[in-house]
């Protein structure tokens, strides 16, 4: 398994280096038959290639590429495992950061670190 099977915080792994190494153009119905019980992991997630493909129900992907976008495009909020999440430097003095979520979110009482 490849690091360039990670994208935007999706893990392809096997099914990724199965995908390119397809020939296409390939139909839709071809590449569920054929890897639609392959696992994708999306941070703490993991769903099928049909589960997240599948409702597309696109005729043809004509490259790897066609694909992977197709899963990109499915993928939601599970991908970027903590929202709002950065590790850079701490608030500058006087600065003000909302805790958690984004704007009108709601918000738990719980503190960011």
């Not at 976008?69 to 999440?85: F, L, S, T």
């Amino acid at each position: 398994m490849t690091d360039d099977n990670r994208t935007l915080g999706v893990e392809l792994g096997d099914l990724g280096d199965k995908l390119q190494k397809h020939d296409y153009p390939a139909s839709h119905d071809e590449l569920m038959e054929e890897y639609g019980d392959e696992e994708i992991e999306m941070a703490e997630e993991t769903a099928t290639f049909e589960e997240l493909v599948g409702p597309l129900n696109q005729e043809e992907y004509e490259s790897y590429g066609d694909v992977e976008q197709a899963i990109m495009n499915m993928v939601g909020d599970e991908a970027i495992g903590r929202k709002n999440y950065s590790d850079r430097t701490p608030p500058a003095m006087g600065e003000e950061r909302q805790d958690e979520g984004a704007p009108g979110q709601d918000v738990d009482d719980k503190e960011s670190f």
